[in-house]
């Protein structure tokens, strides 16, 4: 009877160490978990700062290439007002030449 007792019992200290061990590491788990959530958030956000970032470049880029293009467009409806106004100069001054 002590003999099984004693064996009974060894068998409860060597559960008893186990679930100790086992709950020990769901411990360090959950702060690994932990800790990992922390670093996910922050990433996050990064990523979220990082496309708000990109979309105003995006943004800032588009306006940039509209108002370029409204330049160009600009200097040249200019430059082709000025080659009709020298056109009309230039025949203008052939035909007072011719006339004389």
Known sequence: ???TFKMQEEEMNKKIASISS???EISVKEEENKQFKTKLEEAERKITKTQEL???SDFKYRSLSD???QAI???K????KERDKWQQ???Q???NFTQQ
């Open 93 to 95: 001054n052939q035909n």
């Open 67 to 69: 108002q370029h293009q």
């Open 77 to 80: 409806n200019q430059y082709e």
């Open 54 to 56: 990109l979309s105003s």
């Open 73 to 75: 467009s600009a200097l």
């Open 22 to 24: 086992l709950s020990s």
């Open 1 to 3: 009877r002590e003999r």
């Open 89 to 91: 100069t230039d025949e």
